[in-house]
């Protein structure tokens, strides 16, 4: 199983860019992907969540400015990022909750991250 981000790049404050994750390999069910950031010298953040039944949670700082959405076979999650601030400059890691066949418990997985860079 794998996950394969792309999307990141630079964009001036105010402006927009969308992040797409896809996961590839067998598995029974995805319970939830998500999104999470790490700027340098800080912690690995959640940005935006999204579960197997649709419902979503937000970090406080993105609310109204980022959408989480995902396609309808549910491997591929999307963040829409409008009005981008300098403070949202960081690394973007895809994350993956997911049940493998033939095991009771869940799997997690992430990807290789993408860089977002916001200039003011």
């Known amino acids: 199983v794998q996950l394969q981000a792309s999307g990141g790049g630079l964009v001036q404050a105010g402006g927009s860019l969308r992040l797409s994750c896809v996961l590839s390999g067998s598995v029974r069910s995805i319970n939830a992907m998500g999104w999470y950031r790490q700027a340098p010298g800080k912690e690995r953040e959640l940005v935006a969540i999204i579960t197997v039944g649709g419902s979503t949670n937000y970090a406080e700082s993105v609310k109204g400015r980022f959408t989480i959405s995902r396609d309808n076979a549910g491997n591929t999650v999307y963040l829409q990022m409008n009005s981008l601030k300098p403070e949202d400059t960081a690394y973007y890691y895809c994350?993956?909750?997911?049940?493998?066949?033939?095991?009771?418990?869940?799997?997690?997985?992430w990807g290789q991250g993408t860089q977002v860079t916001v200039s003011s």
């Open positions: 994350n993956a909750d997911f049940m493998r066949y033939g095991r009771s418990s869940p799997s997690t997985r």
